[in-house]
């Protein structure tokens, strides 16, 4: 029952936490490719990381494109996959700031909304994991009232 009561106030807390970093990421992600301009650029290399934990090595696309005004940009993707989800000479439509063409997006879901989608599961789960804990403090409540009055 102690371990309920302190982890209910826990969770809730983080929950809170999740929903507000959810929220700052889908604001920010909309914002972005509204302002964005976008180009068409290529994939010039796909550069392979290891994962640390003894797993496959993930692939992180290099993509270079020009800006409106003729300025070549080349950028390191955000996003890393396995398996790869781009090919080497690929062409590919790209997000970007016009103040800032080094912080450029592919313009996939996972590039532009995986942040979002990832907190907002993890939400899910803390909320659910919550309202457990809610519930089964308030049924544990109800249980020792009834006793009492009996």
Same mark, same amino acid.
């Given at each position: 029952?102690? /371990? ?7 969770? +809730? ?6 929903? /507000?970093?959810? #929220?700052?990421? =889908?604001?920010?992600?909309?914002? $972005? ?5 976008? =180009?068409? /650029? %290529?994939?010039?290399?796909? @550069?392979? !990381?290891?994962?640390?934990? #003894?797993?496959?090595? @993930?692939? %992180?696309?290099?993509? !270079? ?10 950028? *390191? ?8 989800? $781009? ?12 103040? !800032? ?13 995986? #942040? ?11 909320? /659910? ?5 809610? +519930? ?6 109800? *249980?020792?009232?009834?006793?009492? *009055?009996?």
């Amino acid at each position: 029952m102690r /371990g309920s009561t302190i982890a209910k106030p826990v969770f +809730l807390a983080v929950t809170l936490i999740l929903f /507000g970093v959810s #929220g700052y990421l =889908a604001i920010h992600a909309h914002r $972005f490719i509204v302002h964005a301009q976008q =180009a068409q /650029g %290529r994939v010039v290399e796909m @550069l392979m !990381e290891s994962p640390g934990n #003894g797993g496959p090595a @993930l692939s %992180r696309p290099m993509v !270079e494109f020009m800006t409106t005004d003729g300025t070549r940009i080349e950028f *390191k993707s955000t996003s890393a996959s396995y398996p790869p989800s $781009f090919a080497r000479n690929e062409i590919v439509t790209v997000f970007y700031d016009p103040d !800032e063409p080094q912080s450029a997006e592919i313009d996939s879901f996972f590039s532009l909304w995986g #942040g979002v989608v990832i907190t907002s599961g993890l939400c899910v789960v803390f909320a /659910g994991f919550t309202t457990a804990f809610y +519930l089964r403090v308030q049924k544990s409540r109800h *249980k020792q009232t009834s006793q009492a *009055k009996s």
